[in-house]
């Protein structure tokens, strides 16, 4: 089944400590992106990856990193998680363009920093 | 100035009442495309359409249609007979040129309640 998974899907942490959410796709897309999205302010985007080790910014993208070392994973990190972070997380591909075309989502990640 | 505004909040109607989700957009670009998304309670983001600007043509989806107009800058989407799993948040986003790339900008949503 062609799938985005997120892991973990929930998450309780504290200020400071560093944390990863995994983000993994099937389907060989070329394009991946992280948004987070906030009640009343709809998705921003984080990161996105044009491919292996092509990564740039979104439009909130401080307190986070990425890394694309394999195509199919795309891992978001919070070196230093701050209680503005918590939100839920979403990771999307797309094998095109994916300003321009369809984005398959995974299924969330709700994070809370305490 | 938001670019992509989804006016209503929160709509509530009866099962089988038709409902119409408003999105409205603004843009100087020539080329532009426009999305609907949908955010069931499950909480995953289904994609439903995708329209470039130079398609004005009325999409229909079974109960769903959407009905794009340039001259008022509007993207709206209906549902006809709705169902109890029409539940859900629907978001409009606007994809439009920025620098040599593109950006995507997206509304805050419309919660969608359907009543049995």
């Known amino acids: 089944e062609a799938q985005v998974t997120q892991n973990p899907r929930y998450l309780i942490t504290v200020t400071g400590k560093k944390l990863t959410v995994t983000c993994s796709q099937n389907?060989?897309?070329?394009?991946m992106s992280w948004y987070r999205q906030d009640p009343g302010l709809g998705l921003r985007q984080i990161y996105y990856?044009?491919?292996?080790?092509?990564?740039d910014k979104g439009d909130v993208p401080e307190g986070y990193k990425v890394s694309r070392k394999e195509k199919r994973n795309f891992p978001l990190i919070l070196e230093s998680p701050s209680p503005n972070q918590t939100s839920l997380y979403f990771c999307?591909?797309?094998?095109?363009?994916?300003?321009?075309?369809?984005?398959?989502f995974g299924p969330g990640t709700r994070l809370t920093v305490l | 100035a938001q670019k992509v505004t989804q006016a209503q909040t929160e709509i509530s109607v009866v099962e089988k009442e038709d409902v119409t989700l408003d999105c409205v957009y603004e843009?100087?670009?020539?080329?532009?495309?426009l999305f609907w998304y949908k955010q069931p309670p499950s909480g995953e983001l289904v994609f439903l359409i995708r329209?470039?600007?130079?398609d004005e043509q009325n999409e229909i989806s079974g109960r769903y249609s959407w009905n794009f107009q340039k001259s008022t800058s509007s993207f709206n989407f209906t549902i006809t007979a709705s169902q109890v799993v029409d539940s859900a948040v629907y978001f409009c986003a606007l994809s439009e040129a920025y620098g040599s790339n593109y950006q995507l900008i997206w509304g805050a949503g419309t919660k969608l309640i359907i009543k049995p």
């Open positions: 999307a591909s797309s094998s095109v363009y994916p300003f321009t075309d369809t984005q398959y």
């Open positions: 990856s044009m491919n292996v080790e092509v990564t």
């Open positions: 843009t100087r670009d020539t080329t532009y495309y």
């Open positions: 389907m060989n897309h070329e394009y």
């Open positions: 329209r470039n600007s130079f």
